[in-house]
């Protein structure tokens, strides 16, 4: 099976480990908490409807159809097809929101073919949350899910972002920290050399 399409340019193009794949996938989730602080996060303990196995986020990641209108996870442990994982509101606790969690395939899709790119976040978020909210769990940013529409979008601006993610810098690769924040690898990278912060290596532990 092959890892879900928004995560291809980040990490799959690297021989990883799978420990080291899940190194990053949480190094993600805690970039994007610190530069947004709100958000969905995939559902954790998720458990195979047939075979009961818990399936990690890059077990999810990599189950997805990845396709545009499929939304099944499919069990790497047993093959069972029909899996659904929901985004779970990060921080809530009485009243938990739920949303579907989308594919990377199926929110380029759906992005792709609304028009999105006029409006602000707030606004799609409103008019469409389980993509959005797929979206920022696939690729970080929107700036990131429309540059890979072709698109140029104006509006994801994270304000005062050096400062939110000074602290992942040498951590996580450049490249991850670029797409979270919505920015180009080179500035980023020129960021981290002038604080004299050697980059990420992925021989390191
Ligand atoms: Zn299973």
Not at 16 to 24: F, P
Not at 134 to 142: P, T
Not at 193 to 203: A, E, F, K, M, Q
Request: glycine share 4%.
């Amino acid at each position: 099976m092959k890892l879900s399409y928004g995560l291809r340019n980040e990490i799959n193009t690297q021989l990883l480990t799978a420990h080291k794949q899940a190194q990053l996938l949480t190094l993600r989730a805690q970039i994007m908490h610190a530069l947004r602080g709100y958000g969905y996060v995939p559902e954790r303990d998720f458990q195979c409807y047939n075979c009961r196995q818990n399936l990690s986020l890059a077990d999810i990641l990599y189950g997805f159809a990845d396709h545009p209108t499929i939304n099944t996870v499919t069990c790497r442990y047993c093959d069972y097809t029909e899996n659904h994982v929901k985004l779970i509101q990060r921080g809530a606790t009485l009243s938990r929101a739920e949303l579907p969690f989308y594919c990377a395939s199926q929110v380029l899709h759906y992005f792709e073919n609304n028009h999105l790119v006029i409006l602000p976040p707030e606004q799609i978020e409103k008019r469409a949350p389980a993509y959005a909210h797929s979206a920022i769990v696939h690729f970080g940013n929107y700036n990131t899910v429309f540059a890979e529409l072709g698109l140029a979008y104006a509006f994801d601006k994270v304000p005062d972002w050096l400062h939110k993610v000074k602290d992942f810098f040498g951590k996580a690769p450049d490249t991850i920290i670029a797409a979270c924040v919505g920015i180009s690898v080179k500035r980023v990278s020129k960021a981290r050399n002038d604080l004299g912060i050697p980059p990420w290596n992925s021989r390191k532990k």
